[in-house]
């Protein structure tokens, strides 16, 4: 034997992984060691037969044309790329392996030596980690250093609303609004080149994208995971959007209960410094228009007169600051049926409705956690108005809508009546604010302010959309977790 066939056994039976030689007829001219050890022959039963021995049945029709492609083109490279291959032991058992096909050109001609390895447990630990994977509680979501999916759970599937098949394989770019996609790359690079366990994002606000458009709120936990296709991460994705909601009502609350504290001390100086000044006023008033009713012609009774107005205005006015002050302060939250509510309401406006021949049509309304009487005084407020601030000779139609959010529900209420100037949608619930003169329609100017207020106490806010002689639309939200 020559020294070159000497050392290229020498290496071969040295090598961890099964190595078999065979020529361009599939005919196995050397085995090693770890090759009988692999498929339970010996060598003396494998040199001089077909490779089709070591494949499973249903794979050997088709190999005897890769072998062909393979001699008509050699070069190392692995074989099956992208497939699933797997060998047959002399027991009958199959198992997973990959292999990698290297061409040597010997006295014979060229032969092929194939490397082959048993990837049996690493096909278990790859299950292992799907199944760890698809059974954990928040969405996860494995990506390569390009950006590709590569592996999805269902609850991926639920939080994104996609197929893992319309996933796997796509840009995780997919996944986020097109506002940050730009700078995606770059953080993902920067991860990659220092791979480690952490939050993504830390001190940002994270938005991922569903499949209907609609964005979410996320917490991302990444890992670093070595897989043999080299470092891929996986992404641990949390919904956050019904916290951060929660979160945001609870700041507003805050708000709320400071603005309330400032209130309360405002209202006891009205109570004490101003009411008590207003009805000596106008005890003095009375007495001196007993007392000097003969006295006084025309213009003196008519000053007195406006000046009595003028005091039971402002006491008006202080007992309304009072009423605007004590919003919330004493109520619980309970559970209420709004369309029963809204039903009462409509009761208390009767004489309203049928004087001005209005037309309620109210929709599906839900069960929700309120304050009860400020609720109740909300819709009161914005229907009465709705009726109120009508245009003459045509009769008022109101229609009051509820529509399911994210962590809330959206009510409106929807005229046709003289509409708002859009310069004024925002003064209008500022306190004591009108845009129309007290002689036109009645009002102390604090009905909307009440309103604003109430929302906030719900966690939800209060605008108004609308034109001029085309009527408006006041809408309102409520926090479902109040």
Avoid at 166 to 174: F, I
Wanted: one cysteine or more.
């Amino acid at each position: 034997m020559a020294i070159s066939e000497i050392t290229f056994q020498l290496i071969v039976e040295s090598s961890p992984n099964a190595i078999v030689l065979a020529n361009r007829e599939g005919k196995i001219a050397y085995v090693n060691a770890e090759t009988e050890k692999l498929f339970g022959y010996t060598r003396g039963e494998l040199v001089g037969e077909l490779v089709e021995l070591l494949i499973p049945q249903r794979f050997r029709s088709h190999h005897p044309e890769y072998r062909g492609s393979f001699f008509n083109r050699p070069t190392v490279r692995a074989m099956g790329a992208g497939r699933e291959l797997y060998a047959l032991r002399k027991t009958g058992e199959e198992f997973p392996i990959e292999i990698g096909l290297n061409p040597v050109v010997t006295v014979d001609g060229t032969m092929v030596i194939a490397s082959i390895i048993d990837i049996t447990e690493r096909k278990k630990a790859e299950e292992r980690f799907r199944l760890v994977v698809e059974s954990a509680p928040n969405a996860m979501v494995l990506i390569n250093e390009e950006g590709t999916i590569t592996l999805v759970n269902a609850q991926a599937e639920r939080l994104f609303g996609y197929s893992r098949e319309a996933m796997v394989g796509q840009k995780l770019e997919m996944l986020i609004p097109e506002r940050f996609r730009r700078e995606h790359p770059d953080h993902r690079s920067g991860f990659f080149s220092r791979p480690q366990t952490r939050a993504m994002g830390a001190g940002r606000d994270l938005f991922a994208l569903r499949s209907d458009g609609q964005e979410l709120q996320v917490e991302i936990g990444l890992n670093p995971i070595e897989t043999p296709e080299g470092t891929k991460v996986l992404a641990s994705i949390i919904d956050i959007t019904e916290r951060k909601i929660r979160e945001e009502g609870a700041r507003k609350q805050l708000e709320l209960e400071a603005k309330n504290k400032e209130l309360e001390q405002f209202a006891y100086i009205a109570s004490h410094d101003l009411l008590e000044p207003l009805r000596t006023v106008k005890n003095y008033l009375q007495v001196f228009e007993e007392d000097y009713v003969h006295s006084l012609d025309a213009h003196a009774l008519s000053y007195t007169e406006s000046m009595k107005r003028a005091v039971d205005r402002m006491g008006t006015l202080v007992r309304a600051l009072l009423d605007f002050s004590r919003l919330g302060r004493d109520s619980k939250a309970v559970i209420v049926d709004c369309g029963e509510l809204v039903r009462e309401v409509l009761e208390d406006l009767d004489t309203l409705i049928q004087n001005s021949s209005a037309g309620i049509e109210v929709g599906p309304m839900p069960e929700l956690r309120v304050y009860a009487p400020e609720m109740r005084q909300l819709f009161q407020n914005l229907l009465a108005n709705s009726i109120k601030f009508r245009t003459k000779e045509v009769a008022p139609r109101v229609q009051i809508l509820a529509e399911e959010q994210p962590g809330k529900w959206r009510f409106s209420i929807t005229d046709n009546g003289i509409g708002i100037p859009p310069q004024h949608f925002q003064r209008i619930f500022q306190i004591f604010q009108r845009i129309h003169r007290p002689e036109e329609y009645e009002g102390n100017g604090i009905g909307l302010a009440n309103c604003k207020k109430i929302a906030e106490l719900h966690g939800g806010e209060i605008w108004v959309e609308s034109e001029l002689e085309r009527g408006a639309t006041f809408y309102f939200t409520v926090a479902k977790n109040l």
